[in-house]
């Protein structure tokens, strides 16, 4: 994206502008984009660089230019774009719910689409709170934890944590309630994981009993992305987790947003450590980028007393069940399993994982973590007592620069310690990436790295 100094503005029309001034730094000149192809990206001037982001973060589930895609998109929109689910149902919408709820795990067979990852948290947590109106135990109150994102709606910025998002808006909320997040590589010194693993549980139980009969839904990324860079759960956390919130009747919504559709090499995310979610919230990679859709997808526990009750979701967006977009999500995930790219995910994750590993190196880099292919790079001023880099620093948006110019797209973090502090890279690049590709990612990053610290 290119922002346009003065002498070129009367020449743009005046939306164009306004959309990126908005959305862009005002004192930097963009590359051009111009197209995409598997895990490759080409700008105007005719340099390649490889998606290690997932175009920002795990968009790019089946890589760029997709032409079964495109044609489902065309296909669709030349017979029925949208259509008013009060009154109708529509065989391409129904196909795809359908193909939905068999990829996700037992049970939970009941999906909605919206049109995002924010839209698809509101809607969980609607959800929930209807679950407990259903059940005649009214409850307001959501929790989350810090150093975590769900969304940039105010309700989403609220239930996540993630310090620099959420500062400016916190007038406009109404502090749903917060856990610590489970970060083993920031625990207290001397703290065992074990240890460290039980005063988070104690920590839930405690807040549950403070706000007895009040928390609806505890909402929880399976593995946390920007706000963190990868960090997943302890063994036992959200098994442990799930048994303390099943004894309050409190709901588990899994924030699938990037973990879902195989990104983590499990068809979601939350199936590396049971089946502790009660609804899981979708978007980013299950349509891949060729359209925005999100979706909640609830297990059959949480819809019984919804049906019982007699009431609908109470919950309807313009572009919410929409056939164009089915059709997108049907195609993707069509793709997904024909290409077993879950697999792939699994396979070529670890040996995107290998080579991130042997950066251990470099004395800039404090850890690695993840799974499949979402990967996150901490990096850190001091080894030995994890010290981060100085905010002003920048450290991982320099790591980011040296690297675009190498060629290799990532996506630079920051807020890892105390919610302020520390830099964090995260990996999320289309799951059809090459080993040549992997391989030429961690070689940039090396360079990228040395040149940043010097």
Request: charged share 20%; glycine share 10%.
């Amino acid at each position: 994206m290119r922002v346009h100094g003065p002498a070129t503005l009367d020449r743009m029309d005046s939306h164009v502008i306004r959309s990126q001034l908005i959305c862009a730094r005002y004192d930097h000149d963009y590359p051009m984009l111009v197209s995409g192809e598997g895990s490759m990206l080409r700008d105007a001037e005719g340099r390649s660089y490889i998606d290690a982001s997932g175009c920002t973060a795990a968009v790019t589930a089946i890589g760029h230019g997709v032409k079964e895609v495109a044609d489902a998109l065309a296909e669709q929109a030349t017979r029925l774009a949208v259509h008013p689910t009060h009154l109708f149902h529509n065989e391409t919408l129904e196909r795809y719910l359908t193909r939905l709820c068999a990829f996700a795990p037992d049970g939970f067979n009941h999906a909605w689409t919206i049109s995002g990852g924010t839209e698809a948290i509101e809607n969980a947590c609607k959800l929930a709170f209807q679950y407990h109106q259903a059940k005649g135990q009214p409850r307001h109150r959501l929790l989350g934890r810090w150093g975590s994102y769900h969304g940039n709606s105010i309700l989403a910025l609220d239930v996540g944590g993630m310090k620099a998002r959420r500062d400016f808006y916190t007038p406009l909320m109404v502090d749903h309630l917060h856990l610590s997040p489970c970060f083993a590589y920031r625990r207290p010194e001397g703290l065992s994981v074990e240890a460290y693993e039980d005063g988070l549980v104690a920590e839930l139980e405690q807040t549950l009993d403070a706000h007895r009969g009040e928390v609806a839904a505890f909402v929880a990324e399976p593995i946390v992305g920007a706000a963190l860079g990868a960090v997943g759960p302890t063994p036992r956390y959200f098994e442990r987790m799930a048994t303390v919130c099943r004894a309050h009747d409190v709901l588990m919504i899994a924030d699938e947003v990037m973990t879902g559709l195989g990104r983590t090499g499990k068809a979601f995310g939350c199936e590396h450590f049971g089946t502790h979610a009660d609804i899981l919230a979708c978007a980013k990679g299950i349509t891949g980028g060729y359209l925005p859709m999100g979706a909640i997808i609830a297990h059959d526990r949480v819809l019984d007393p919804i049906v019982q009750s007699g009431d609908p979701f109470w919950s309807g967006q313009t572009y919410s069940c929409i056939p164009l977009a089915a059709a997108v999500g049907d195609a993707v995930l069509k793709y997904i399993e024909d290409h077993d790219l879950v697999a792939r995910a699994a396979t070529m994750g670890e040996h995107l994982r290998t080579g991130l590993c042997s950066l251990l190196d470099l004395p800039w880099v404090g850890d690695v973590r993840g799974a499949g292919l979402f990967l996150g790079v901490e990096f850190v001023a001091d080894r030995a007592t994890k010290a981060p880099f100085r905010p002003e620093r920048g450290f991982a948006k320099r790591v980011e620069a040296e690297a675009l110019r190498r060629g290799v797209v990532t996506y630079a973090c920051r807020g890892t310690v105390d919610l302020t502090a520390g830099d964090h890279m995260l990996f999320a690049p289309p799951l059809v990436l090459t080993e040549a590709e992997a391989d030429r990612i961690v070689e940039v990053m090396r360079e990228a790295i040395t040149a940043a610290a010097s």
